[in-house]
């Protein structure tokens, strides 16, 4: 570049500028090493190599892509640090700021989340992920009127195809609020788009069992445990409904059908029985009293 530089310019370069150039140059090794080292999974180098790129210089993307390589080691905590500093520089930048809302929600710091939120609607009022963020942000609060409030601002503002996560979270607000009929409208609309979403269904079956719509509800978890036969609930709600008709046997090869298939995750290092899988053992057992069936 020295060379370079005297050629057109008749001008050496002042050591001061070749100090600047070699530390651009260093911190462009830094920063490509480590997006090289992240992909080939070296997560411990490539933060080492993100981490020594901004010391050298202070650079946006580079920020934002250490705030990511650290959520992937669950330090959320340090990715709320560096992308608040990326948010002292570019103050509006909507990604940045729901990215950061995100990670505040998921630390619980529900002041901080709330502000970042405010701070997006200030400039962007039709920014419909940041009613879902908010939404979410009162449910864990236990504010179930202003999350439904939140949930209908987003769904109202999301200007392409259903907003499905919001459709969703309000379809769950409503059952807690023992509102099944208007739950069940929310499922129905989402299931038009996604109808083998094994959550969706899960939410219309309960709905319909609140409904006292029995034979949809069965439909509907035995369609989930067809798409998906790790969701334990299905075998246990599909249990439940068989034995209050009092087909015990056939309610009893349900749930021990659900067991038998379920994934070796259901289980801790220590051999015990996790919430899940203790509670379809004790269903069972409530479908057979007398151990005709033991072995699972």
């Known amino acids: ?18 100090q600047e150039q070699q530390m651009k140059n260093q911190f462009d090794v830094f920063k490509y090493d480590g997006i090289q080292a992240q992909r080939y999974g070296k997560t411990d180098y490539a933060l080492e190599c993100f981490r020594r790129a901004l010391e050298l210089q202070d650079d946006i993307e580079t ?11 669950n330090d959320l905590e340090g990715a709320i640090e560096q992308l608040e500093k990326v948010r ?3 103050p509006e930048d909507k990604e940045v700021l729901l990215n950061l809302a ?4 998921q630390t619980e710091q529900y002041e901080q989340m709330e502000g970042v939120c405010n701070a997006v609607l200030q400039f962007d009022e039709s920014e ?3 009613h879902y963020l908010l939404a979410k942000m009162y ?6 009127i202003n999350a439904v409030a939140q949930c209908t601002l987003a769904i109202t503002k999301h200007a392409d195809a259903p907003f499905a996560e919001a459709y969703y979270l309000r379809a769950q607000l409503l059952f807690e609020m023992q509102q099944y009929k208007e739950a069940e409208e929310d499922i129905d609309t989402i299931l038009q788009y996604d109808e083998e979403n094994d959550e969706f269904l899960m939410m219309k079956g309960e709905c319909c069992e609140a409904l006292q719509k029995q034979e949809e509800a069965k439909a509907c978890y035995t369609k989930v445990k067809t798409i998906n036969p790790y969701v334990t609930k299905a075998y246990l709600r599909l249990g439940a409904i068989l034995m209050a008709e009092g087909k015990k046997d056939e309610a009893a090869k349900i749930v021990e059908e659900g067991l038998q298939l379920a994934p070796e995750e259901l289980q801790n290092v220590n051999g015990e029985y996790t919430n899940v899988e203790q509670e379809m053992r004790d269903a069972y057992k409530t479908m057979d009293p007398l151990g005709f069936n033991v072995g699972i």
């Not at 995100?102 to 929600?105: A, G, Q, R």
């Not at 449910?139 to 179930?144: H, P, S, T, V």
């Open 102 to 105: 995100e990670l505040y929600f």
């Open 128 to 130: 419909a992920a940041t």
């Open 139 to 144: 449910k864990a609060k236990g504010d179930m």
């Open 1 to 18: 570049m020295g060379f370079f530089k005297t050629l057109f310019t008749g001008k050496e370069e002042s050591e001061e500028e070749k």
């Open 88 to 90: 002292e520089t570019t």
């Open 63 to 73: 920020r934002v892509i250490y705030a990511n390589a650290l959520v992937g080691q």
